[in-house]
T-cell receptor, first 112, second 113 residues
Framework: SQTIHQWPATLVQPVGSPLSLECTVE??????LYWYRQAAGRGLQLLFY??????ISSEVPQNLSASRPQDRQFILSSKKLLLSDSGFYLC???????????FGSGTRLTVV | RKEVEQDPGPFNVPEGATVAFNCTYS??????FFWYRQDCRKEPKLLMSVYSSGNEDGRFTAQLNRASQYISLLIRDSKLSDSATYLCVVKPDRGSTLGRLYFGRGTQLTVWP
């Protein structure tokens, strides 16, 4: 069966520090991968999506970036965090157009 | 106009009550529809897909009205464990971003004893 792993679960980082969040999927190949952010009391905001290795599309201009170095690995990064980057970051995968998403357990990031 | 709009609630109902959530979507060419459930400080999880003819899964019934661009979720005999935020989710037509889902902001439900 397919599983999705996301870590760390919780992270507190100072303003201006770098960020790297990792997401891996097991039990499937060539998944569509997504990074979402959910700010406190807000809805889910799509940040990046990827349909294959090295293929990244960005939805919202920001100081975050994403990479997909391997088929089942998706990384979210920042060189310098801002206070406004705080939120609940969720990685998700989909098997294709007719499928919903399965989310990872999320990373709760607090920038202080 | 937002892609998906929901009444944020909160809905506070007693155990055993029937409660209904509604959702509207803006893209008339949307292809797939889902309801997700999100517990406090947890990731969203798929509750059920919504089919054109309507579908039922135990105490949960989902309906789709394409003409009105309207989706509903009915929960019968509410349990304390149903307390969560329910997200309405829409997948646009094939010409759009492959596999992209649009999420509503969610409707918060609290079931009290």
């Amino acid at each position: 069966s397919q599983t999705i792993h996301q870590w760390p679960a919780t992270l507190v980082q100072p303003v201006g520090s770098p960020l790297s969040l990792e997401c891996t999927v097991e039990g499937t190949s060539n998944p569509n991968l997504y990074w979402y952010r959910q700010a406190a009391g807000r809805g889910l905001q799509l940040l990046f999506y990827s349909v294959g290795i090295g293929q990244i599309s960005s939805e919202v201009p920001q100081n975050l970036s994403a990479s997909r170095p391997q088929d089942r690995q998706f990384i979210l990064s920042s060189k310098k965090l801002l206070l406004s980057d705080s939120g609940f970051y969720l990685c998700a995968w989909s098997g294709g157009f007719n499928y919903g998403y399965t989310f990872g357990s999320g990373t709760r990031l607090t920038v202080v | 106009r937002k892609e998906v709009e929901q009444d944020p609630g909160p809905f506070n109902v007693p155990e055993g009550a029937t409660v209904a959530f509604n959702c509207t979507y803006s893209n008339s060419a949307s292809q797939s529809f889902f309801w997700y459930r999100q517990d406090c400080r947890k990731e969203p999880k798929l509750l059920m897909s919504v089919y054109s003819s309507g579908n039922e899964d135990g105490r949960f019934t989902a309906q789709l009205n394409r003409a009105s661009q309207y989706i509903s979720l009915l929960i019968r005999d509410s349990k304390l464990s149903d307390s969560a935020t329910y997200l309405c989710v829409v997948k646009p037509d094939r010409g759009s971003t492959l596999g992209r889902l649009y999420f509503g902001r969610g409707t918060q439900l609290t079931v009290w004893p």
